[in-house]
């Protein structure tokens, strides 16, 4: 009987030991984790367009890629150019904004993976006029917001969007004017490789195999 009993309580304590083994597996692959996605996302940057050149005889479409995004229709000038309009008025840093050609609305899109829209400042370019912008992942509208905005000052708008791949805007209603935009603040996402997850995986695959030779080891030895 106390052999029995001595028994019994080494196999609790082998119980104990299988059950530390395998909290010690999960905080293992949660570090892992941690330690792959915990710097998924890149600190939020401020797209500025301060660095292009631009003036009102030279000014175009900015050439792609720029600041990590593929542009379509998004023209850029200098704030100076064109006084006493949102061009000026619609500037956060100078010298330089951007806008979309002809006022038939712009795009952009980040050249790989997908990124959060943190926001951006609006100006109507000649006018107070509405604004709609939308976020797209893969072609297909996800969110989209439609604001009011002035042609005197910028507009300071939150989106906080995840996930997207692309941002349109365009001025919408009867006064819409090409839209004026500074100092668009975006945060880029990484995506983890294909061969990230095996590793996981394999890791993890790994820690449950030698931790179950391990407590079978244990429990022979408590039982001879």
């Excluded at 806008?99 to 107070?128: H, L, Q, R």
């Excluded at 939150?158 to 997207?164: A, D, E, R, V």
């Amino acid at each position: 009987m106390p052999l029995h009993g001595a028994l019994a309580y080494q196999g609790g304590e082998w119980a104990t030991m299988r059950i530390d083994i395998s909290r010690l597996m999960v905080s293992i692959a949660a570090a892992t984790l941690a330690l792959a996605f915990g710097n998924s996302a890149a600190p939020a940057a401020v797209i500025k367009f301060d660095d292009l050149q631009s003036s009102l005889i030279t000014d175009g479409p900015i050439s792609n890629p720029y600041d990590g995004f593929n542009w379509d229709n998004v023209w850029v000038l200098a704030n100076t150019d064109i006084p006493n309009t949102g061009y000026q008025f619609g500037a956060v840093s100078t010298p330089n904004i951007a806008y979309d050609g002809y006022g038939f609305g712009g795009s952009f899109s980040v050249t790989s993976g997908t990124f959060a829209f943190n926001g951006a400042y609006f100006t109507g370019a000649y006018n107070p006029e509405d604004v709609t912008v939308t976020g797209l992942l893969g072609g297909s509208p996800v969110d989209t917001a439609t604001f009011p905005v002035s042609n005197t000052s910028p507009t300071w708008e939150t989106f906080n969007w995840q996930g997207i791949d692309t941002i349109q805007f365009i001025g919408v209603g009867p006064n819409r004017s090409q839209v004026v935009i500074d100092n668009v603040t975006v945060n880029n996402a990484i995506t983890p490789l294909p061969s990230t997850w095996m590793m996981l995986i394999a890791g993890s695959l790994g820690l449950g195999f030698f931790a179950n030779r391990g407590t079978k080891k244990i429990a022979a030895a408590l039982a001879s």
